[in-house]
């Protein structure tokens, strides 16, 4: 039986994958790095410290890397986030979750104080248990850090009763390497064969159709 729920955040619950991508995309261009805005977004789901190395060579990341990403979290934060929208149903969702007795958590590449605004946007503050950022953990996804915290957190479930809601590749790898399976949804834009190619157990297209599924869901299993 599941008892914790672990969602991401970008691209899971709020839209904000192209924004992110494009962000990152002006970023970049702005120390002279020019990308086609499809290849920047292909890493989004990924931390800065994981995201500049799949684009830039280690010198330069080296380099250059800090500068960049304050000036892309600047950027964000003022041309971007106001412009962040929540999926349709994450509240309702999150009630159905809480009226099943399990507890859940947040685990975000983003920033401690974007995943507070994010919370804001999708009017979901008051239904979390445990939440973990960027700030807490050394290694962004794909590295299991911030999922293995946000269990820790969510205290005394276990990996084998917990599940991740994500929407990338990168959410379903470090999930897997914390002993844990997931669930993916496409509203985040990437390719169903890709998510599945990760590992992920089941697929919907957003928070609102695995709501409308829930009861035939790995959420609902009990055993």
Same mark, same amino acid.
């Given at each position: ?50 995201? /500049? ?38 509240? &309702?969702?999150?009630?159905? =979750? ?25 009017? =979901? ?20 850090? =911030?999922?293995?915290?946000? /269990? &820790? ?47 992920? =157990? ?22």
């Amino acid at each position: 039986m599941i008892e914790g729920v672990i969602f991401d955040i970008d691209g899971t619950l709020v839209d904000s994958v192209d924004l992110h991508a494009l962000g990152w995309q002006q970023a970049l261009g702005h120390f002279g790095h020019n990308f086609p805005v499809e290849r920047v977004r292909r890493q989004i789901g990924k931390g800065s410290d994981q995201l /500049l190395p799949a684009l830039l060579p280690a010198d330069v990341v080296e380099r250059q890397g800090k500068e960049i990403e304050k000036y892309r979290s600047e950027l964000f934060k003022r041309e971007f986030l106001p412009r962040v929208r929540a999926f349709p149903a994450v509240r &309702e969702l999150f009630e159905r =979750i809480k009226a099943d007795g399990k507890r859940i958590g947040l685990a975000s590449s983003a920033k401690g104080d974007e995943l507070e605004t994010y919370k804001k946007i999708a009017n =979901i503050g008051d239904l979390i248990d445990a939440e973990t950022s960027s700030d807490d953990a050394e290694k962004s996804k794909p590295h299991p850090d =911030i999922f293995e915290a946000s /269990l &820790e957190r969510l205290g005394h479930v276990s990996p084998e009763r917990a599940v991740v809601i994500g929407d990338t590749p990168y959410d379903a790898e470090a999930a897997a390497k914390a002993r844990l399976r997931t669930i993916g949804v496409l509203c985040g834009g990437f390719p169903e064969a890709d998510l599945r190619a990760a590992g992920c =157990i089941a697929i919907y297209r957003d928070p609102a159709d695995l709501l409308a599924h829930y009861d035939e869901s790995p959420l609902a299993q009990h055993t």
